[in-house]
């Protein structure tokens, strides 16, 4: 079965920290980026962060840019999601995601796997 397993969402206090994971299982991640999309409240889905699997090379939304860290053990096949600094203008529904390399373009409509979305909450 293949399946994007995440977890590490919550509720945090603005300036806290959080770390989200995504597992792949049954999916090969070889010529992939992998990463996360996130959606408010009344918001369309947007792009956060993807790491690419050719060369580790990475992209962050300008939102989220020194703020997040993504990363990945291939062992394991999971990406992971390092959110510091987070502010109020972060709660969102986050969903992990795949989308092959030969796309290019981290969108919504590339996407070829979803994982189940976690809820990721700031507020004091």
Do not use: N
Not at 76 to 96: F, G, R
């Amino acid at each position: 079965q293949e399946q994007l397993v995440e977890s590490g969402g919550g509720l945090v206090q603005p300036g806290g920290s959080l770390r989200l994971s995504c597992t792949a299982s049954g999916i090969p991640l070889d010529w992939r980026m992998i990463g996360w999309f996130r959606q408010a409240p009344g918001k369309e889905r947007e792009g956060v962060s993807y790491i690419r699997s050719s060369d580790d090379g990475t992209w962050y939304s300008d939102s989220v840019k020194g703020r997040f860290t993504i990363s990945r053990d291939d062992a394991k096949k999971t990406a992971y999601l390092q959110m510091d600094s987070l502010e109020s203008k972060d709660t969102a529904v986050y969903y992990c995601a795949t989308v092959h390399l030969s796309r290019g373009l981290w969108k919504t409509t590339h996407v070829e796997d979803w994982g189940e979305g976690t809820q990721v909450d700031v507020s004091s």
